[in-house]
Every structure is written in C-alpha cells, then in structure tokens.
C-alpha cells in the first residue's frame, strides 16, 4: 500500500452547492465530495480519492504521472491543503 500526497481544493459553501462545502482533488478528474463542514468534506473527499486509486489498481490502469509522482511510501507529512490518500 502507498500514500499519496494530492493536492486538493476547498470550496466555500454557495448556491451552486446547495451551501455545502465542496473539495475536489484536481489531478484525479471528477475526485469530488460535499459535506455540511471543511472537516467532513475533507474526510469525504480522502475516502472518494482512495476509491479512485483502487478502481485504476483493479482495472490494471497505471495511474496518471502526476498522482504516480506524489507516492511518498508508506509515511509523511500532512500539508495544508493536501490530503493523505492510502490505496
């Protein structure tokens, strides 16, 4: 199992989001998540991009190079506005 270190975006609750909280991780297209608080969204959007990652492991699909490039083995570092994704 590896860790990646993916970037992520954070967007403030507004009419386009039913005022909800949305984070989305942009090197995986359509990696999304919603949720009433930063924290829960932050939670979502980790499990949603873990989900991503083992869907490209079971289908044999390598993964984009940019995400392949952000393995930082099976320890690291939690930045702000980053997330740590186990897959």
């Known amino acids: 199992m ?9 967007h403030e609750p507004s ?4 005022d ?13 998540a919603w949720a009433e608080t930063p ?3 932050l939670e979502y959007v980790q499990g949603v991009a873990a989900a991503f990652i083992e869907s490209y492991h079971d289908r044999g699909v390598p993964l984009p190079e940019d995400v392949q490039s952000l393995a930082v083995g099976t320890t690291g570092t939690v930045v702000p506005g980053e997330i740590m994704v186990a897959a």
Not at 2 to 10: M, S, T
Not at 24 to 32: A, N, W
């Open 20 to 32: 909800l909280y949305m984070a989305e991780v942009p090197l995986l297209p359509g990696c999304r």
């Open 2 to 10: 590896k860790l990646y270190k993916l970037p992520i975006v954070l």
């Open 39 to 41: 924290s829960q969204v």
């Open 15 to 18: 009419e386009d989001t039913n």
